[in-house]
């Protein structure tokens, strides 16, 4: 474990996860070169029910079933054990000790990287790890360019942007298409499909 250099940190809901988290985590482990990309599934907020949220015990064991056949795929349970909130800071920062030697990227969708200015300390998190962005479909590649460009010089930080293969699928897609009784045969691989239904997740 303590010997991956290149380390990705690919974080998410995954409430559930489907085959666009898992294609991207892919092109950007071999883009990259990264030893090992580990999936953080985020906590559940402490008091805030959300909707169609599935428990953090669901949502880590999909993760694992949908990364189990990859070997350069793992999981980490370091939010969802955490009590309340959870920051990437925080994850970061407690990854580093774990992950000694190994330098660390922190995988965003183009959504997610337009967000990082309301995350907890965007400096330091910037500082403290590489941030690698991808594209996403109903995300204008230009605008996010422009963004990436004013964000890298606010905080005098490379941000590096990867044009990945265009998959339109978002977990709130998935959740209709189930409450809607469409299929999510080749969206979600067939063993997160098998343990949804058996554990009536989603409806
Ligand atoms: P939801 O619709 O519930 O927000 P989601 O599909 O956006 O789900 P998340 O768990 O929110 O999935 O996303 C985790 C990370 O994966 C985010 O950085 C997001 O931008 C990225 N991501 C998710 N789906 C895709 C996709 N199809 N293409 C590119 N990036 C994606
Ligand atoms: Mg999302």
Known sequence: MKEIKKLGIMGGTFNPIHIGHLAMAEEIRKRFNL??????????????????????????????????SNKDFLVSDI?????????????IKQ??????????????????????ETWKNTQELLNICNFIATTRPRYDVEELLSRIKKL???????????????????????????????????????????YINKRNIYK
């Not at 939010?79 to 994850?91: H, L, N, Q």
């Open 152 to 194: 890298e010089e606010k905080y005098e930080r490379k941000i590096s942007l990867l044009s990945i293969v265009p998959l339109d699928i978002s977990s709130t897609d998935i959740r209709n298409r189930l409450k809607g009784g469409k299929t999510i045969k080749y969206m979600v691989p067939d063993s997160v499909i098998d």
């Open 95 to 116: 990854l580093r000790e774990e992950y000694t030697e190994s330098e660390i990227y922190f995988i965003t969708g183009a959504d997610a990287i337009l967000e990082i």
């Open 79 to 91: 939010e969802i054990k955490r009590k309340g909130t959870s920051y990437t800071i925080d994850t």
């Open 35 to 68: 030893n090992k990309v580990l999936f953080v599934p985020t906590g559940n907020p402490p008091h805030k029910k959300i909707d169609s949220l599935a428990s953090t015990e669901d949502r880590y064991m999909m993760t694992i079933l949908a990364t189990i």
